[in-house]
């Protein structure tokens, strides 16, 4: 039996705090927009959506099996999304 050493925090838990909101915030400014795949084309998204649904099993779809829940998701897409993006901005 081997002795076993106590636990000391690793990766982000031993960081100091700042450190790990700084290198998490640049996860947003890695790419810009514009180079997006999805934010670029609307269609490329539906269409890949469209394929990873097709992955998974019909009675394992919650939308296929809950119409007011893909109903609701998709108010809030509209809602979210700003409006030269085709939502309303809110």
């Known amino acids: 039996m081997?002795?076993?050493?106590?636990?000391?925090?690793?990766?982000?838990?031993?960081?100091?705090?700042?450190?790990?909101?700084?290198i998490a915030s640049m996860g947003g400014k890695s790419v810009p927009r514009e180079k997006r795949a999805f934010s670029v084309s609307t269609e490329n998204a539906a269409a890949a959506g469209r394929?990873?649904?097709?992955?998974?099993?019909?009675?394992s779809r919650s939308f296929s099996r809950?119409?007011?829940?893909?109903?609701?998701?998709?108010?809030?897409?509209?809602?979210?999304?700003?409006?030269?993006?085709g939502g309303s901005g809110i």
Do not use: H, W, Y
């Open 66 to 85: 809950d119409r007011e829940l893909a109903s609701s998701a998709g108010r809030k897409a509209r809602v979210i999304r700003p409006p030269e993006e």
């Open 51 to 59: 394929k990873g649904g097709r992955n998974v099993a019909a009675e």
């Open 2 to 22: 081997t002795a076993q050493r106590p636990k000391t925090p690793r990766g982000f838990a031993a960081m100091d705090p700042e450190r790990v909101k700084a």
